[in-house]
């Protein structure tokens, strides 16, 4: 199995960026294609972007596209999300997420392994 925990969020002006890590822990961790949604007060969860298992391919939200960027280090067992330019609207809780199935379509029913979550929120 994978624990993942997530860690970086916090408050920010917009224009500014934040950098979100996930630590994972298990043996199969690079097995595992990994991604970042969040979820605002009384919204759905969403999706934010994902990455492959070796990190050879991406998928990033159209919301969140040219500001924010997802890579992972399996070396380390850590999975990042760079989040540069942002906006109010960006202000949620981010989740760490890890899946074993061969999409990286950013839908909350194909993950298997969710963290805990961290608050980012950026003021105006």
């Known amino acids: 199995q994978v624990q993942l925990v997530e860690s970086g969020g916090g408050l920010v002006q917009a224009g500014g960026s934040l950098r979100l890590s996930c630590a994972a822990s298990?043996?199969?961790?690079?097995?595992?294609?990994m991604g970042w949604f969040r979820q605002a007060p009384g919204k759905e969860r969403e999706f934010v972007a994902a990455?492959?298992?070796?990190?050879?391919?991406?998928n990033h939200a159209d919301s969140v596209k040219g500001r924010f960027t997802i890579s992972r280090d399996n070396a380390k067992n850590t999975l990042y999300l760079q989040m540069n330019s942002l906006k109010p609207e960006d202000t949620a809780v981010y989740y760490c997420?890890?899946?074993?199935?061969?999409?990286?379509?950013?839908?909350?029913?194909?993950?298997?392994?969710w963290g805990q979550g961290t608050q980012v929120t950026v003021s105006s």
């Open positions: 997420a890890a899946w074993a199935a061969y999409t990286l379509v950013g839908v909350t029913s194909i993950v298997d392994y």
């Open positions: 298990g043996r199969t961790f690079s097995r595992y294609a």
């Open positions: 990455i492959s298992w070796i990190g050879d391919n991406f």
